[in-house]
């Protein structure tokens, strides 16, 4: 027997994956941590590549992009595969009509596990991979902390970086989990943006000093991999994470505002979409905790 799941939203999910009855719904979440690993796993055999062929002197001068080529690569892969969840939207529901959602599910949860994949490799210290150190002295230089580089005593530098980073994806943690309960698993795999007509309107305190929760556990993540590593590339990853984030809110926000209009565009120019106002914090932390105005009930 394979337990139900009884998260919120999940009678939602079954009437609109009808194929995925009983124990095949657990395939959409396996789904998701196969591309994770996929991802994970290319990412650092690209890392080690010019370790595993010394002898081709080409791969020592490009050692040091070799782990941003690859982090760019495989976002740019997962905004195309979870972009075509919006751009395919009419043609599969026009040739498969009500299964249309059905049909498109499995595209969007390749792309979602491609990005924690790749977040998960913002965490690891390039330099240190097996088989063998780095080449090319650069990728060396750009995987070590720069806190001793502004004085922070080498003693401190690893646990001040261990309590930063813990920090940030603690936080990450809690606000995925919270977002799960508060909104629902309908809501966080976009069902209604197939189904619009029976989705409700959120009004949640949360939406209040926040755009999207949910993009802001994926940045407190990249933060957290900036604070953990503090180096050149973690810098550079988080970038590419910051701007992986912006890159699917403006796909989103445009289908909002077509469906919300004029309305939503001043709510975008008033509410921050990544990030919490300090003055907002004790909202934020309510939020977390689970005791805004909208989850008293």
Known sequence: ??????????????????????????????LAFGMASLALASLLLLDILPRLFI??????????LLPIFGMALCFAIALWLI??????????????GELA?????PRGISGIGIVFGSVTHAFLSVRSLPPRPPINELTTQF????LPL??????IDVPLRMIFGGFF???ALLTVRRAFLTFGVDYMIVIYLYFPDESEIQEREIYSILRHPTYFAGILLGLGALAFRMSIYAAVFFVLIYFTFRAQISVEEKELVERFGEGYSEYMKKVPGLRVNPGDF??????LLGRSEDNAN
């Open 169 to 171: 994806v603690l936080l």
């Open 150 to 155: 502004v004085g922070v005593p080498t003693e």
């Open 1 to 30: 027997m394979v337990p139900e799941m009884n998260l919120k939203g999940m009678e939602k999910v079954r009437e609109k994956l009808p194929g995925y009855s009983g124990w095949r719904l657990a395939l959409l979440p396996l």
């Open 101 to 105: 959602y059905q049909r498109v599910i």
């Open 55 to 64: 002898q081709l002197p080409v791969l020592a001068l490009i050692e040091p």
């Open 83 to 96: 972009w075509g969840v919006w751009r395919k939207r009419n043609e599969l529901q026009s040739e498969f």
């Open 282 to 287: 004790g909202t934020y932390i309510r939020f």
């Open 143 to 146: 995987s070590q902390s720069l």
